[in-house]
């Protein structure tokens, strides 16, 4: 049968990608990969640590959670009354995971046989809760030791402890497991009813890559979901608290076990909310060129700072964009925090007076277009990266042609309107015992 | 068919390994110099692949080289030092985009290669010796390197692990080496120890992408062509040991929050034993999957651990279990672990669990070809080793384990140290 697609075609990438709308609303996504072993299917629904207050039309009152649901219902799910959905994979030979992040959780396999029967253990098993009392409390347990593991881990503290400077209020502040506190508050009732908010496919998408055929990948999807029977989902209304545009605190300190202090420098972007679709991708890419002519490893910065002992090769620089909240984290392991922080604030001030020049934006454009290219070896990567690039309405595929199109002012400009002082945060991971 | 390499020698004996597909977005080489791990040159080895990126004849600075790269469109060179069994590898690898996504005349693989072969053969001297900033700069960050082992505390307690366990082997030195050892490094010492490397030890160049064969050698050779010994070193393989008399047990405390446990067995089963497959099928049925013993007894139904796994150094034939849990939990966990080696040994393994860790390993086999890096270390993995199995052969191993074999490996299978990583008494920090 025929069914109606839209191709989208990426002529630098040369990739096709078919766009299928299935019943009752789901975005389905085929990338054929001819000559790949492996095939790779994500389902993901927008629902992250961050939809932590919501309702459904015409519902007028709103349901509050405790953090850490979204992640809690991901591990949850791979539970069910026929036992442990992991099994149904390895039987098939497949290599299932799935993740949480701040606006999705995705549920995933990868297989080199089988492709049509695990894919039909991915959609039915996200579509089937079962949550009990004994189940949720056993998980309590194995998430708790998820909790204290990124507890010793300065990267992720570092980077936490960052966000709770930079944000107020909004959720973004909050760690996506949530705290072992948090967690003892989730019941099975809150877990049926976020599902039921959420994992509607309405609210979900599927992307599918691999040496497959579309039509195929559609059918199976379709016959799917219409033999669940899904009724109509009001629309699902977010609340996020006003965030002011000021930072919580200036600098935040930890002390752990490490040989080295840690620090990364936040800069919280306010104009991201906005912003939408490829006006939001557009300043993504904007920002990646802003960091990278400003702490990249061919400039000056860089290798002064290496030389001086101020920075190692893991030290970097990265923007993230949602559509609402924005920030920017510049770091590393250094022995001298603080010489470091007036290097990089001080550099950031030079470029606003200097500005850049022509062969420096387009080399760093070079650089960008390759990195991405290359980035398509990968089925993981194309597939993560095109439903998180969807769900904020955005394209992944838009992203060379936005490259071309912009110009070293708008760098210049954006690099004094976004890293600006005011707005920063510091936040310090140092040697536990020392200090 | 993915996964064929065409492999030839080149005068001065370099080995390059090409492998033709056009499946991939890029064009990717790796350069391997192989040398023997040991603790007199661990340093040396680990040293030298940073002093030479750092600075070369043609690009005397880092910066001048990176901004060559980027202009090769962002081209990814990176340089590292690699453990496998007893063997210390030093490794140059470079990925490009393929010309054909770039619409201009370019040629990526020449570039590419003569970036590589500037890096490797044609450093940045100082009076018969190399540059001594840069030697100077590279060991500070080479022990600072060391030094930041402690910042993953469960990479850090598997080295611990290791290192207690094979003191007084080669395999018990750290892939960096010693923080003593690079006070005794020189720039001159250093040269002198890179030129013999460079003529002596084997060399493995690796290409994989959408090339033609003969301008592939052609152009390799044409960079790659400076003289060597006639004779290469000779390397010994992995010496495999005997358990100790008395199993070794090992506590250390640390203001941390969550203990971590590693456990370190011999298997007495190297890479060409004929019960290799076997034993890869046997960590897989206990600890290498979600589905394996060790993950359903431990997490799922007793709820003490996040994560928990059994993995291989197949060279040496030792395998390791890790587990993070709570301090409290450690006994009750570590008797849960020993259950289920000895159901192993006792053969009680199902055929459920048998049959889908065996399509597991298939398949991380067979996803192994769709990248052209794991293409590669796949079969560098087979040089070092001694032998170059073929993704046919070890799937038909695979597939033919049975449960005598499994047995036979669990026989072999001896506990030799457990590393139990705590967090300190009263919260107190105090180092081990």
Redesign the interface.
């Known amino acids: 049968m025929a069914e109606l697609f839209k191709l989208i075609e990426n002529k ?3 990739e096709k990608l078919y766009h299928f709308r299935v019943d009752p609303g789901m975005d389905l996504y085929v990338l054929p ?6 095939k790779y299917a994500i389902f993901s629904t927008r629902f992250g640590s961050t939809d932590n207050k919501f309702r459904i039309e015409p519902e007028q009152d709103f349901t509050d959670l405790p953090d850490g649901v979204a992640h809690f219902l991901e591990h949850k799910l791979f ?1 069910d009354e026929r036992g ?1 959905v ?2 149904r994979f ?7 995971n799935a993740y949480t992040s701040f606006n999705q959780t995705t549920y995933l396999f ?4 089988r492709f049509t029967e695990n894919f039909k253990v991915l959609l039915d098993f996200v579509q089937e809760p079962y949550f009990t009392e004994q189940t949720v409390q ?2 309590q ?3 708790g ?2 909790i ?2 990124y ?4 990267h992720w503290r570092v980077f936490f402890n960052l966000l709770e400077s930079l944000y107020q209020a909004h959720p973004v502040r909050n760690d996506i497991a949530g705290t072992v506190e948090s967690i003892s508050r989730i019941t099975p009732e809150l877990l049926y009813l976020c599902y039921n908010t959420f994992y509607h496919p309405s609210n979900m998408a599927v992307f599918v890559v691999g040496d497959l055929n579309p039509q195929q990948v559609y059918s199976l999807t379709a016959e799917n979901l219409a033999a669940k029977n899904y009724g109509p989902l009001g629309a699902i209304v977010r609340s996020f608290p006003a965030e002011p545009s000021e930072v919580l605190k200036r600098r935040v300190e930890q002390q ?5 202090p840690l620090i990364f420098i936040g800069y919280k972007d306010i104009a991201v909310e906005h912003l939408k679709g490829r006006e939001l991708m557009r300043r993504e890419i904007l920002m990646e060129l802003v960091l990278d002519i400003l702490f ?5 910065l ?2 002064d700072l ?2 001086d ?1 101020l920075i ?2 893991n030290f970097g620089a990265d923007y993230t964009a949602e559509s609402n909240y924005g920030y920017v984290m510049i770091g590393g ?1 250094t022995k001298d925090p603080d010489r470091l922080c007036e290097r990089i604030m001080g550099a950031i001030e030079i470029m606003n007076k200097e500005g850049i020049n022509e062969e420096q934006f387009e ?2 454009r ?6 991405y ?2 980035r ?4 993981e990567f194309i597939a993560n990266n095109f439903l998180a690039y969807r769900f904020r309405e955005t394209d992944l595929f838009e992203l060379p042609s936005i490259l071309q199109e912009i110009k070293l002012e708008e760098v210049l400009a954006l690099a004094a309107e976004n890293l600006a002082p005011q707005r920063h945060a510091v936040s310090l991971i140092l040697p ?2 020392e200090n | 068919m993915p996964g064929i390499y065409v492999s030839q020698k080149l005068p001065n004996g370099i080995k390059l390994h090409f492998l033709p597909t056009n499946k991939f977005k890029t064009i990717s080489i790796g350069i391997f110099i192989h040398q023997e791990l040991s603790s007199e040159l661990a340093a040396l080895s680990a040293l030298l692949p940073s002093v030479l990126e750092k600075g070369c004849r043609l690009y005397p600075d880092y910066l001048t080289l990176q901004r060559k790269l980027e202009n090769l469109y962002g081209a990814d060179l990176s340089t590292d030092i690699i453990k496998s069994g007893e063997r210390h590898t030093l490794a140059f690898t470079l990925e490009t985009a393929h010309d054909r996504y770039l619409g201009e005349n370019s040629n990526l693989l020449g570039e590419g290669l003569a970036i590589l072969s500037a890096v490797l053969t044609d450093p940045l001297l100082e009076n018969d010796a190399f540059s001594e900033k840069y030697v100077k700069q590279e060991k500070n960050q080479l022990i600072k390197d060391i030094k930041a082992l402690l910042n993953d505390k469960a990479t850090y307690a598997t080295e611990r692990c290791l290192s207690e366990m094979c003191a007084g082997e080669r395999f018990g030195v750290f892939r960096l080496g010693k923080i003593e050892d690079y006070g005794k490094i020189n720039p001159a010492g250093l040269y002198q120890y890179y030129k013999q490397l460079i003529a002596r030890n084997p060399v493995d160049i690796y290409v994989v992408g959408d090339l033609d064969e003969q301008a592939v050698l052609d152009t390799v050779e044409g960079y790659f062509n400076f003289s060597r010994a006639e004779n290469e070193a000779d390397l010994p393989g992995a010496e495999l040991k005997g358990v100790r008399s008395e199993q070794l047990s090992l506590e250390e405390q640390m203001a941390v929050n969550q203990a971590k446990l590693v456990l370190g067995y011999r298997t007495a089963t190297g890479f060409k034993d004929e019960l290799h497959c076997a034993l890869l099928v046997y960590s897989g049925i206990l600890g290498g999957f979600p589905h394996s013993k060790l993950f359903m007894k431990v997490r799922e139904e007793a709820g003490l651990a996040y994560y928990i796994h059994s993995r291989l150094e197949r060279h040496k034939g030792l395998m390791l279990i890790s587990a993070g849990i709570n301090h409290e939990d450690h006994e009750q966990a570590r008797a849960i672990i020993e259950l289920q080696l000895s159901d192993m040994a006792a053969g009680k393994i199902s055929d459920t669990e048998l049959e889908n860790t065996k399509r597991g390993l298939i398949n991380q086999l067979l996803s192994r070809q769709d990248s052209p890096s794991q293409l590669i270390s796949f079969h560098l993995d087979g040089r070092i080793g001694g032998y170059n199995y073929s993704f046919e052969q070890l799937i038909e191993g695979i597939e033919k384990v049975s449960l005598t074999e499994i047995k036979a490996v669990a026989e072999r299978i001896k506990l030799d140290t457990s590393f139990l990583l705590r967090p300190a008494e009263g919260g107190e920090r105090s180092d081990g």
């Open positions: 630098i990438l040369q990969r001819p000559g790949y072993r492996k539970e442990n992991f099994d390895a039987a098939l030979g497949a290599s299932a990868s297989c080199t046989e056993k998980e347990g194995i998430i030791q998820e204290k593991m507890d010793d881990h300065p752990l076990v490490v040989s080295e990249g490893t061919s400039e000056k860089y290798n290496y030389r002992d190692d090769e392991e080399r760093h070079r650089k960008i277009l390759g990195g290219i290359r398509f070896n990968s089925l536990a015992g």
